[in-house]
């Protein structure tokens, strides 16, 4: 839920997509109690009061804290938009907080003028990611269309501190099991990496691991990779 969404303390009025979500999903009826979240607050719970043309009408109690972020930096050359729609809501379900969507040589120029890139339309996967997994803090998207500044001015500070690891296929380490605390998440475009750029990764202290034989699609590879470096 959003400020915008009270029209009086603990009273919410939903409409629009998440009014037919929890008609559509949760099937909600007067009298239910809806799990609800608040951007970057607690979880709690919505009874519905009314239901009518005008939209659905809550109580909201405000119970519990968000699931913990997964302590994970993102860094993704940005892959085709629909793809990249199904990424954000999984990796926003699985607790990524920060995405930074960068170019590479085999990243198609065409990507970059995608409507789906603005602040509006990127918040719609975000928030299908937050509902999916009862979160509430919203991650932030940053989109950096030129690799060589990115990685020479921003990233050495991103990666400070943090575990820094290059998904590739032709890495010499296995990808390991449980990150030992925050990690920053290098994956590449559907056509991999180019040497230059796998290089320049790895100047900045990302470590080129692998996850096998096996060459996943991108989609594939951002769970698999999230969900290997989660603590348990
Ligand atoms: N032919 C490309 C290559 O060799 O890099 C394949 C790119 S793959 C479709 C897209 C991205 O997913 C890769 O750049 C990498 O970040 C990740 N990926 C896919 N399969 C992987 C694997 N087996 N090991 C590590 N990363 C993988």
Known sequence: LFAEDFVAPGRVLLQGRRLRHVLEVHRAAVGDVLVVGLEGGMIGNGRVLLLDGAGLEMAVELGTNPPPPLPVTLVLALPRPKMLKRILITATSMGVKTIYLINSFRVEKSFWKSPLLSTEKLAEPLVLGLEQA???????????????????????????????????????????????????????????????????????????????????????????????????
């Not at 509430?136 to 990233?155: G, I, K, N, S, Y």
């Not at 380490?173 to 449980?178: E, F, H, K, L």
């Not at 290089?199 to 060459?215: D, K, M, S, W, Y």
Request: glycine letters at 10%.
């Open 134 to 232: 009862r979160d509430t803090v919203l991650p932030r998207v940053h989109l950096r269309p030129l690799f060589r500044p990115f990685v020479e001015d921003e990233l050495p500070a991103i990666c400070a501190g943090t575990t820094a690891l290059l998904a590739h296929p032709a890495g010499n380490a296995p990808c390991p099991r449980v990150s030992p605390g925050a990690v920053t998440l290098a994956i590449g475009p559907e056509g991999g990496f180019i040497p230059y750029e796998a290089e320049r990764l790895q100047g900045c202290g990302f470590t080129a691991v692998t996850l096998g034989e096996r060459i996943l699609r991108v989609e594939a590879a951002v769970p698999v990779l999230l969900s290997r470096l989660a603590p348990l």
